[in-house]
């Protein structure tokens, strides 16, 4: 059997040396189209650094990086922390890896930039698959909103992209609003469960359900799996509730077991189904078109909130106003109103 080949040494010393170092646009790019890996790391970084001339730079190479078609599959994972994301991701990643493709992950987790400390995408989770030179792991970039987290991996899937790394997959936890930032940038939607006591439907976000082009149970395994097999039934019965997606795709209840490797290279088939079934019916492209121009639109919600928090003026006009509903002199509606008419005339 072939060894598997660790990160050279000498790219770790690499990304190290460039952390400072100035690079121009046409080096990046031309690195990233030449997949390296540390060059790739460096246009990340810019991409999420706060200063502006970095994320100039970034954005300078995401435009030439556009020109690149590719062929990716977009792949969504949620799950509450504990159901084996990452358990998931090291084996589907490895299975792929091993099936000649190339595997970038990704990962959305706005509790990172609250406890400092991504719990998401980090190397230490995914052993064997941090080392495999056919794979690149970034964690969540950090941020004060989850908008602007969710941003910086939608940029950084089109640099792996140009990079040719045919599989993105992108990690989120299964808590608060990020499932939904996620489903807005994947093409599959998948989410991760584990099989309970009979309680399987309770504290699912019916949201969440909806969103789910598949539910795979993991863990089924050993004692498990007599568990696993009513999940599946009572989540299969749950999801025919739904009405059908526009695309005509029907969701899927599946079993896996991360750990065991059963069940993994399946998902991939269904997953390879569906983008087989949707691109027939044209709906894979309609589908990343309108992301595209919602991506948009979220942008330009972002930047412009930004442009007024960032004004003086902003600031004061919003103070008064805020003491003004302290006293109970003004109703919050009118004094909204009042704040946006001052401010948009004094632009
Ligand atoms: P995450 O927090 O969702 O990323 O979950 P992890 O991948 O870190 O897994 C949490 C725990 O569940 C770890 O102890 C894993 O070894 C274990 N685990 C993950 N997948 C499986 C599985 O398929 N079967 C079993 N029996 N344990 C698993």
């Known amino acids: 059997m072939a060894t598997k080949k660790t990160t050279p040494p000498d790219t770790v010393s690499k990304i190290k040396a460039l952390r400072k170092q100035e690079i121009s646009v046409e080096a990046l790019t031309k690195g990233i189209f030449n997949n390296d890996k540390a060059l790739l790391a460096k246009a990340i970084t ?20 556009l020109s690149v078609p590719n062929n990716s599959i977009r792949l969504g994972i949620t799950g509450v922390p504990g159901v084996g994301k990452s358990s998931f991701i090291e084996t589907l990643g490895t299975t792929l890896t091993s099936m000649g493709k190339k595997v970038a992950v990704l990962a959305v987790d706005p509790t990172s930039s609250l406890s400092k400390g991504s719990i998401l ?3 230490t989770r ?6 495999d030179p056919n794979a690149f792991i970034r964690p969540s970039p950090s941020g004060n909103s989850l908008g602007g987290v969710a941003q910086k991996t939608r940029e950084s899937i089109m640099l792996c992209e140009a990079a040719g790394y045919d599989v993105i997959l992108v990690e989120t936890v299964g808590v608060g609003q990020s499932e939904i930032a996620v489903h807005s940038m994947v093409d599959f939607f998948l989410l991760l469960k584990l099989s309970g006591a009979g ?7 019916r949201g969440i359900m909806e969103m789910a082009d598949a539910i795979a149970i993991n863990k089924a395994d050993g004692t498990n799996l007599e568990r696993a097999k009513l999940a599946e039934t009572e989540f299969s019965r749950a999801l025919h509730l739904y009405p059908p997606k526009k695309n005509g795709w029907v969701p899927k209840v599946v079993r896996c077991s991360a750990t065991e490797n059963t069940g ?27 992301q595209n121009k919602n991506w948009f639109l979220q942008t330009v919600d972002e930047h412009l909130k930004q442009f007024f928090h960032q004004k003086e003026s902003f600031k004061k006009e919003q103070a008064k106003m805020l003491s003004a509903i302290e006293k109970n002199e003004i109703s919050p509606f009118y004094a909204a109103k009042l704040l946006l008419d001052k401010i948009t005339k004094k632009l």
Request: aromatic share 6%; glycine share 4%.
């Open 46 to 65: 810019l991409l999420e650094s706060t200063k502006a001339e970095h994320y100039e730079k970034a954005n300078a190479v995401i435009e030439e990086c």
């Open 121 to 123: 995408g980090d190397k």
């Open 126 to 131: 995914m052993q064997t698959l941090s080392k």
């Open 199 to 205: 309680d399987e439907l309770q504290g699912i976000k």
């Open 264 to 290: 993994i290279r399946e998902i991939w088939e269904m997953v390879e189904d569906f983008v087989a079934q949707n691109k027939e019916n044209g709906h894979f492209e309609k589908n990343r078109k309108t």
